[in-house]
């Protein structure tokens, strides 16, 4: 099955040029314009939504004239916080929010950009959601195309808007959950939805849900291009859907670089494909929408400061060129000269080309950091979305024809299937007629009689078992169709949209996403490479990745992984979750519902199961009384409590400091020692060796107790070997030193 990414391409508007024109963008940052803030004719988001609004029902979306739906892209600036590293490496603030439209360069405030909205540093992502995705996700939903998409450098902050964290959650899951919620708003319809997930890396395509998908090709017919061959999976739920993001995550090329530890090598696509009809008996043969929503996390470009070797260098390249790519074609599509747009220059702009040549809303988030050290990357996003600002697109309802959609091929079935078992039921309690029977010979006919008696018994018991295939069948078709369980056959009303919705995550749901902020995370990291970098050959490789492991969360734990085995091609993950995850997921739509459901939990479990969640690990952290038990610390390493590690580490820590000290003042005693040798009078020297060797004795006694401390921290297993081997030797150590110090005392 293929994803359709739209129909074709139109030429750009005049319009689009003309308002280009009117604002030519400042080049360089020497240019000295000042872009108004409220520039004329562009919409901003708030107006889209109250669109979006005035559209969500589908009776009114359906009045719309030509001219009404018209809109432009939604472009929208958000900045990330300044990094703990860039904080302690001293960078200032190059560009800001300067309030909620325009962004201005801290040097030379002259220089400033405006769009539909700015996000300042502080902006949650739910509110980033509201503003600037919400209105395509509903348009999604009533059958208008949508594209959200995250624009930026590296570690500027896409990963992060688009997926977030568990704390955070995203665009992605927020939209996903969403899309569930306006199912359940609206009852006079009823929907199917399906997910496909693909990345772009190194310009080959490869299918996420499916790890045998690799450099699918880029197909085009008269309703626009298509991936051949992609998987895609019918979802019924929130955590269904968010637990195939997890699974393609897992195959997600992900790498460290100069400027984020997990950053995303590959573009990536999660594709949402939605289709509904009206709901109840009298809506049949009524046209079915289908539409599609495409949330795209961008791989970040990068500056030429990056300093990159081998793989990275390429991907980088890659990379680049196909946002540059990505950046001609917006140019061009907005300078109304063009008369030809290079969409097939990149994958990437292939597969965009129908939402970038207008046919569906757009929502452009571009990230950017404020730090000095980023300015003239940053300039550079600021100029790239104020050029596609320009893009006119017409957001308009697809209607389609029966055999292209699978809800009506499902809703066919189902009639057909419906219609037969009630022939069947019909055909067992038909009798045969005494008139059909010739009345000749008696034994005949009582012959007859017993035949057609065995006969009738096995027909009866062959419909019977038809007839429960079949209605397993219809349910289970029915089960692939959503509809609100608000929803009632003779529920006709046009849908008014109610208060907004606000959601709340299972924590099933964001399984797959990391507990915490990355940069709160990859700063720990830094301060454990910066305690690495003092003292290399006494780290403990493993404790180290299992500190990283844990603070990461599930989606980094993934990446780390995929990055440690190098670039992390599909054929050479081996492991026990993605080679049963690859396998297990069913093909749908033909697949069977209660399969996908079941696929859903065995996915999550094994999510949960190979990692832990960010809510087992806080379980953990919590109570210093839950303490893995061997197998668990010798199966899984990663699932070691974090208390139980900074304890350890802490401890440790102190016992270093107070043998630092025992050997001072042991070096003390010595020197002390051979003074009194030479002035065996001198009170005060004997004094002093008396005090020292009490305050030995105090730290030595301190050393032993932090010693039995470490022990018991570490349940039975290698490591609680280790460090009750080590605490005895330490013990053994004070024992000797002491023995040592008398000595010298009597001497
Ligand atoms: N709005 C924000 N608020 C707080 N932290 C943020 C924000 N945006 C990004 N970060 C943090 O900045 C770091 C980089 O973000 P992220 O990984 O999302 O960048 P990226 O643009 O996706 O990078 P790449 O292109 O290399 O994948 C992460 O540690 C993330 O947690």
Known sequence: ?????????????????????????????????????????????????????VLYSYSESLSLDSDRSKENVTVTVRFRPLSPREIRLGEEIAWYADGDTIVRNEHNPSIAYAYDRVFGPTTTTRHVYDVASQHVVSGAMEGINGTIFAYGVTSSGKTHTMHGDQRSPGIIPLAVKDAFSIIQETPSREFLLRVSYLE?????????????????????????????GIKEEVVLSPAHALSLIAAGEEHRHVGSTNFNLLSSRSHTIFTLTIESSPYGESCEGEAVTLSQLNLIDLAGSESSKAETTGVRRKEGSYINKSLLTLGTVISKLTDGRSTHIPYRDSKLTRLLQSSLS??????????????????????????????????????????????????KKYQTEIRCLKEELEQLRRGIVTVPQAKDIGGDDILLLKQKLEDGQVRLQSRLEQEEEAKAALMGRIQRLTKLILVSTKASPSSRFPHRPGPRRRHSFGEEELAYLPHRRRDLILDDENDLNDSVDGSAENTDDTLKEEKRTKKNGLLNWLKLRKRDSGTGTLAGSSDKSSGMKSTSIPSTPQAESTNIQMEARYLHSLLTETAPSAVNLSDVRESEEVLPDNDFLGQETPLTSIKTMDQIDLLREQQKILSGEVALHMSALKRLSEEAAQNPRKEHIQAEIRKLNEEMWRKNEQIASLGKQIADCIVPSHDKKDNFEETQSMSELMEQLNEKSFELEVM
């Open 1 to 53: 099955m293929a994803t359709r990414h739209g129909s074709k391409s139109k030429k750009p508007s005049p319009r689009a040029a003309a308002s280009n024109n009117s604002l030519s963008s400042p080049t360089t940052s020497s240019s000295q314009q000042f872009l108004e803030p409220s520039v004329g004719g562009l919409s901003s988001p708030a107006s889209s939504s109250t669109k979006s609004k």
């Open 200 to 228: 772009i890396y190194n310009e080959v395509v490869n299918d996420l849900l499916n790890p045998a998908g690799q450099n699918l090709r880029i197909r085009e017919d008269s309703q626009g291009t298509f991936v051949e």
């Open 358 to 407: 207008g046919h569906g809303r757009v929502s452009l988030i571009c990230t950017v950091t404020p730090s000095s050290s980023n300015s003239e990357e940053t300039h550079n996003t600021l100029k790239f979305a104020h050029r596609a600002k320009h893009i006119e697109i017409k957001a308009s309802q697809n209607k389609i024809i029966d055999e292209k959609s699978l809800i």
